[in-house]
């Protein structure tokens, strides 16, 4: 049974960091593509990041980049979301999922399909 479980949320305020963990049991950690997504109240699921299986490749969504920084540790099956400069504009419940095609191919496509295991989100509130 896959379970994929976020941590590190909670409330900051604006210019502050957090950051994100996610731990992945019941798959071959190192055989999938993880990324990051959010939701804000009132508002669809976006890309936030993505890294490919092995850590060589990743991807950010604009309104992150730079501020934001993906990385996974394979050998404890590990992802995190290390995020600075929090906006207002950050506040949204966060996800980690997994996609087993090992590349970001389904990330860049927007197609959140691709990504067949996610955790429950861990929620980020940042405060002005």
């Known amino acids: 049974q896959v379970q994929v479980v976020e941590s590190g949320g909670g409330l900051v305020q604006a210019g502050g960091s957090l950051r994100l963990s996610c731990t992945a049991s019941?798959?071959?950690?190192?055989?999938?593509?993880m990324g990051w997504f959010r939701q804000a109240p009132g508002k669809g699921r976006e890309r936030v990041a993505c890294?490919?299986?092995?850590?060589?490749?990743?991807y950010y969504a604009n309104s992150v980049k730079g501020r934001f920084t993906i990385s996974r540790a394979n050998a404890k099956n590990a992802l995190y979301l290390e995020m600075n400069s929090l906006e207002r504009e950050d506040t949204a419940m966060y996800y980690c999922?997994?996609?087993?095609?090992?590349?970001?191919?389904?990330?860049?496509?927007?197609?959140?399909?691709?990504?067949?295991?996610w955790g429950q989100g861990t929620q980020v509130t940042v405060s002005s």
């Open positions: 890294i490919n299986y092995s850590g060589e490749y990743t």
């Open positions: 019941g798959l071959t950690f190192d055989d999938y593509a």
């Open positions: 999922a997994a996609s087993s095609t090992r590349s970001c191919g389904y990330y860049l496509a927007g197609d959140y399909s691709g990504f067949e295991y």
